[in-house]
């Protein structure tokens, strides 16, 4: 049938879970193309903080949407939706096997289930999007978070990470329009796809030393020094882009309002808050497989894939 839906594997779990070394070894069996769903890893010079795949894990594999754009360039999930489905749609057609692997909810939701497609007055919403800045600049991101748990509080719970420009969107939304930005978006257009969700699976003990070991390694392979060349380019540390864990530490310390031992330890902590709002993110997806990570991991996130795409 011409409108039948393309299978999408999606492989997703909290961050420093362990997905890309999982991608990658199923690379070694199938012939796939990997989309990557991560909100940071998009943009350039971001590479050691996103713990973006490295210059051999990359050249092993073809990766899509990893620094495609500047840091102060304006990215959003719907656009992602978009170019995404036509990527995975290329991919399919060539005969290769497209898997989204990544961490980022509101991509992932976007790209599974359809985009909110947005019709505003183009007058109002430059009013609307004015104001909502004022307020941030004014009384800060965490005011504007918590009017959205008062007008909204479905939408305020889609923004764990409380990412700025998102926040943002979701008020102009109910200002604009009255109404709940969390309905709203309910009206959707629909995804092309069906997807099989695999999810990866830690105990809190083990995912929590992971993410530890790694800022450490983050650390060492100069996560500071890379914060600094990003606004020696002349990038505002302002950036939404910046405005993540990692970086916003690193800017912390530039600044001299943390010293080094507490940038670091506040980096393990954040990202732990982080990886904890993800699980429960993805918990809500309904049908994913849930694999515990154990040496048994690879094998049956294979079967599964071959099972549900007929190989």
Not at 16 to 31: C, Q
Not at 127 to 132: G, I, L, M, N, P
Not at 253 to 268: S, Y
């Amino acid at each position: 049938m011409a409108d039948e839906k393309i299978k999408l594997i999606v492989l997703l779990g909290p961050t420093a879970s362990g997905k890309t070394a999982l991608s990658l070894h199923l690379a070694d069996y199938l012939d796939l193309e990997i989309i990557s769903a991560d909100s940071r890893q998009i943009y350039k010079y971001l590479d050691i903080g996103t713990a973006k795949p490295t210059p051999q894990e990359l050249s092993k594999v073809k990766h899509h949407f990893i620094s495609i754009i500047e840091p102060d360039e304006y990215y959003s999930a719907g656009m992602f939706a978009k170019e995404a489905s036509d990527t995975i749609k290329k991919i399919n057609q060539e005969g290769k096997i497209p898997i989204v692997v990544g961490g980022s909810g509101l991509y992932i939701k976007a790209l599974c289930e359809g985009v909110f497609e947005e019709n505003y007055d183009p007058i109002l919403k430059s009013f609307v999007k004015e104001k909502v800045k004022k307020m941030r600049e004014q009384e800060g991101i965490e005011y504007l978070y918590e009017q959205l748990c008062l007008l909204d509080p479905q939408a305020a719970e889609l923004y764990p990470d409380k990412n700025p420009s998102r926040i943002m969107r979701a008020l102009e939304h109910i200002y604009i329009t009255g109404k709940e930005f969390s309905t709203s978006i309910k009206n959707i257009s629909e995804s092309d796809f069906e997807p099989i969700y695999i999810g990866l699976l830690l105990d809190r003990m083990t995912l929590y030393k992971r993410i530890n070991e790694r800022t450490e390694l983050m650390w060492k392979s100069g996560l500071l020094q890379e914060t600094e060349k990003i606004l020696n380019m002349g990038y505002s540390p302002d950036l939404n882009s910046l405005n993540t864990v990692g970086y916003k530490e690193c800017i912390s310390l530039i600044k001299g309002e943390l010293n080094e031992q507490t940038a670091i330890e506040k980096i393990k902590q954040h990202t732990r808050n982080y990886a904890k709002r993800q699980m429960t993110w993805f918990r809500k997806i309904p049908n994913v497989n849930w694999l515990d990570f154990d040496e048994n991991l690879q094998n049956k996130a294979y079967s599964i894939i071959k099972k549900a795409l007929n190989l």
